[in-house]
């Protein structure tokens, strides 16, 4: 479909299937007075607290911490093996339950890594502006045990799985973020700009999108922050991904999986557009430049497609980040049931349980429909089926 204006808001899907809320929330932002051009909504859209999930909120001079998000660089990783499907072993269940033993899950100090702390080559990195001492020591400032956090999954929708793609080729796919220690940092920010507001006497028409200014203190303090904690995120995903290659080798001697690829869905950079350089907020968005490879899941019984982008202008070169939630955890708690999980999962090597029912796959939107109206930002490279699920409480 072509995509739809709305004021300075730039839709790529039909307005009318757009939550009221949501629309609304993202005009407010489109009329903040540092917004550039206009903000683009992705196929994936609805309301999300500080900014609407699935926009992409360019900016010139400010930045607006809520629009990141607590969950600074929340993300993908995908890794192609050189396995079949025919190569896994016939129950799925002995993995599954290696994967839960490798890597911990959960909030809190249920899901801290304990050998973490000692593994340099992740901690330290001196060519790294961002990845730095420095930047170790403000976290410790926030929160002492970090490093316990460094290659640990969380919950909520992050989740670990083993799929299947079009080719009967194997992939692991893995969605995790910057855990406790990124949400601290992003809290912190978060009020500092909103006590800028009040101190300046700038009236928001949400508090939410108190913003912070470039060439200022604050504001530098912020993306030194960021810049941090994205590659926590970055480099995170990487360590579980190689536990998880580590985990299935045991199982099936002489796999590989020579192709990985990473990429945030939660984080602010400077990027060029319409010969600008501007800073690009993706709220539950990817980066999706002509020929760059991403990755967009559905929920846990739906499946994953692997994109390539299209460079499209108008979206700020960018594709949705998943299916999108149609009903909130408390919602899909009262509707669903843990038998009802268990149906859906059939033939997915799965620890269904009451703690996760909020995930029912039926409290999402319909990933193949978001394919669909996607068209004009990415090309499907491949589909992949789950045939393993792990998620954390």
């Not at 550039?36 to 992409?56: C, E, I, N, R």
């Not at 290659?151 to 989740?159: I, M, P, R, V």
Request: hydrophobic share 40%.
């Amino acid at each position: 479909m072509e995509s739809a204006m709305n004021g300075k808001v730039q839709s790529f899907i039909p307005l009318n299937e757009i939550e009221p809320q949501a629309l609304l929330q993202a005009e407010r932002i489109a009329r903040m007075p540092f917004i550039y051009k206009h903000v683009a909504l992705m196929p994936d859209v609805h309301l999300g607290k500080g900014a609407t999930v699935g926009s992409v909120i360019a900016t010139d001079g400010a930045i607006i911490p809520a629009a990141v998000g607590v969950d600074i660089g929340c993300g993908m990783i995908a890794a192609e093996t050189n396995l079949k499907a025919s190569d896994l072993p016939d129950s799925l269940d002995g993995i599954r339950m290696a994967i839960e033993d490798a890597i911990p899950t959960g909030i809190g100090k249920a899901g801290r890594n304990s050998e973490i702390s000692n593994n340099a080559s992740l901690l330290l990195d001196p060519m790294g502006d961002a990845w730095s001492r420095e930047g170790h020591k403000r976290a410790s400032e926030i929160d002492s045990e970090w490093e316990y956090q460094l290659g640990t999954l969380g919950g909520g929708n992050h989740f670990i799985e083993v799929c299947i793609d079009e080719r009967d080729r194997v992939w692991f796919v893995l969605h995790s973020g910057s855990r406790g220690i990124g949400n601290k940092m992003a809290v912190k920010h978060m009020r500092i700009a909103s006590k800028l507001m009040d101190a300046g006497n700038i009236i928001l028409e949400d508090r939410d999108l108190a913003y912070l200014t470039e060439r200022t203190p604050e504001f530098d303090a912020y993306i030194a922050d960021l810049l941090w904690a994205q590659e926590f995120a970055y480099r995170s995903r990487r360590e579980m991904m190689q536990r998880v290659i580590s985990v299935v080798r045991g199982f099936v001697p002489g796999m590989t999986a020579p192709k990985l690829i990473n990429s945030h869905h939660n984080f602010t950079q400077l990027e060029e557009h319409f010969g600008k350089i501007v800073w690009v907020t993706r709220k539950g968005a990817v980066r999706a430049q002509r020929g760059q490879l991403g990755i967009i899941p559905g929920s846990m019984a739906t499946g994953t497609y692997i994109v390539s982008g299209l460079g499209n202008a108008d979206s700020f070169e960018s594709s949705p980040h998943g299916a999108g939630r149609t009903m909130s955890r408390t919602q899909a708690r009262k509707m669903f049931t843990v038998e009802d999980l268990q149906k859906r999962m059939e033939g997915i090597s799965s620890r269904v349980r009451e703690s996760i029912v909020d995930e029912h796959p039926d409290s999402y939107k319909d990933i193949n429909k978001i394919i669909e109206y996607s068209a004009p930002l990415v090309e499907v490279k491949h589909t992949l089926r789950q045939v393993l699920n792990v998620k954390g409480d």
